[in-house]
C-alpha cells in the first residue's frame, strides 16, 4: 500500500507545482498569506501539504527495508515520475543555473560578473538574492549549465536540459548504490529505499533539477571506483578525477576525499600504504579540478564565489540560529552585537577540527579492523568493515558540515542520507531531520524559516545546545 500512498502524493505535488509551483513569472517575495489569497492559493497549498504528508509517511513506512531491491527502485521510480514532468518545485535556483549558464556563453565570466549585470534575459525568474552574487559553483557546473543553454535554447528548453542533467546524476549514483551496499554489508532493498525514495529526492533533486544530484552521482562513482578497487593505480586514478569532478561541482564534495583516500588503502592500513594508495587518488581529484578550470578558463574564480553562498541567513542553519539569538538578547540589553557572523566563523573552525577527528577516528578503527594475515595491527571483522568504516565516516563529515555551515537548504541533507543509507544501523537519527526538511520549503520556494525567524532561532538553539549536551553526557558515561 505504501507504493500507492506515495505515488498519490507525488501526484498531489506535481499538482501543486503547476499551480503555484516555481514558475518564471510568479510574483516574487510572496508569503504564505499572500499564497493563499492567490486565485489558485487554498489548492496550491492544500495539494502541496496533503502531497507531502503522503510522500512523507510512505517513504517512513518502509523505512526499515523495502521487500525487495527491485521493489525499491521501481517505487522510487514510480515516485519520480510525476515530478518528472511537473514545473520547477520548491526552489528557484534552476533559473539561476540558466542564467549563470547563459553568462558564460556570452563569454562573460560568471565568477567576476552577477547575472544582473551581465544582462540575462531570464533575469526576473532569479530569486532577488542570487541576482547580484557571482556564481558558488565549480567550472564543470558551470559548463554543464552553458550546455544546457546551448541545447535548450530559450528558458524552457534550458529549464528541461537541466533536468535532464540532475536526473542523468540521479542515475548514475543509484547504478552506485548496490556495490556500495554491497561491499559496506548492509541490504542492498534498505539502502536503496532510504537513498533514492525520500521525498527530498523527488521534490529537489527532480522536480528542481538541483545540482546536488550530479554531485552526488560523481560522488558515489569515485567512491565505489576506491572501495571495490583498493591498491590499483589505474582505478584510484579515475576514482580521484570523478571526486575531483564532484568537488568542481560543488565544493561540499571536498570533505569525503580523506575518507576516500583511506578506502583507497590496500591491504594493512599504514600511514606508507596511504601515501602509496591515497596518492594516486589526490592525483586524479588535482588533476580533475586543474584541468577543468583550465578548460573552462574560469580558473579559481569559483572559490571566491562560496563566499557569497552565506548571504542569507535562516534559523534552519544552527550556527547562524545561535547567532540570532545573541542578536535578539543584545538588543533587549540595547546593543548590537552582531552575533552571526562570528558565530558562523567558529563554527566553521569547529567545522575543521570535527573532520580531523572523524578522520582520526575512522584511520583507527581500521587499524583495529585489519586482518591479522595481512599484518600486526589489530583483528575485527571481515572484509565488510573497511568500506563500511570509511563510508560511514564520509557520510558523518557531511552531517558535520551540513549542521555547522553558515546557511542550510532542505536539499542539503541528501548529501549525508545516500551515505548514512549505506552504513548506519540506526536511522531514525538522521531520516527524521530529512523528513521535517521536506516541509520547510513551498511549492513556489518560498522558504518557510523566512516568517519564523526568532522562534525559529529560539528552538534550533536550544535543540542543538541540548543535543550538544546530551552527546557529551553519553560520551563521558561510556565505560573506557
Known sequence: MARYVGLVGAVLLAVAAYLGGALPNAPLGATPASIWRAPDGPATLTCWLAGTV??????????????????????????ALPLLVAPPLGSRDVYSYACQGWTY??????YAVPVAAAGCPWLDAVAPIWRDTPAPYGPVFVLLAALAVGLGGGLTGTIVALRVIAVAGLLLGALCLPGLARAAGVPVRRAA???????????HLVAGAHNDAVMLGLLLSGLLLAVRRPGRPSSLLVAGVLLGLAV??????????????????????????????????????????????????????????????????????????VGLVVDYAGALAGRDPQAVPVVRAVALLLLAVVLVLLWWRAWRDLRASA????????????????????????????VATVVLSPVFHPWYATWPLVLLALTATRTTWFLLPAAAAAFLALPDGTNLARFTKAPGAVAMTALFLSLALLGTLRRRSRPR
Open 54 to 79: 503522503l510522500l512523507v509517511g510512505a517513504w517512513w513506512s518502509v523505512r526499515r527495508g523495502a521487500p525487495s531491491t527491485r521493489w525499491a527502485y521501481v517505487t522510487a521510480g514510480l515516485w
Open 105 to 110: 556563453t556570452q563569454g562573460v565570466d560568471p
Open 193 to 203: 529505499w532510504l537513498a533514492l525514495a525520500g521525498p527530498l529526492v523527488g521534490v
Open 248 to 321: 568542481t561541482v560543488k565544493a561540499s564534495a571536498a570533505v569525503v576525499l580523506p575518507f576516500a583516500a583511506l578506502a583507497a588503502v590496500r591491504g594493512c592500513p599504514t600511514v606508507r600504504a596511504l601515501a602509496r594508495d591515497g596518492g594516486w587518488l589526490a592525483g586524479g581529484s588535482l588533476a580533475a579540478l586543474l584541468v577543468s578550470s583550465a578548460v573552462s578558463g574560469l580558473g579559481f574564480g569559483w572559490v571566491g564565489g562560496l563566499t557569497h553562498s552565506g548571504d542569507s541567513e535562516q534559523w534552519t542553519s544552527p550556527p547562524t540560529a
Open 371 to 398: 586482518d591479522p594475515a595481512m599484518a600486526r595491527c589489530g583483528a575485527g571483522p571481515g572484509s565488510a568493515a573497511r568500506p563500511r568504516i570509511t563510508l560511514h565516516g564520509a557520510g558523518l563529515a557531511l
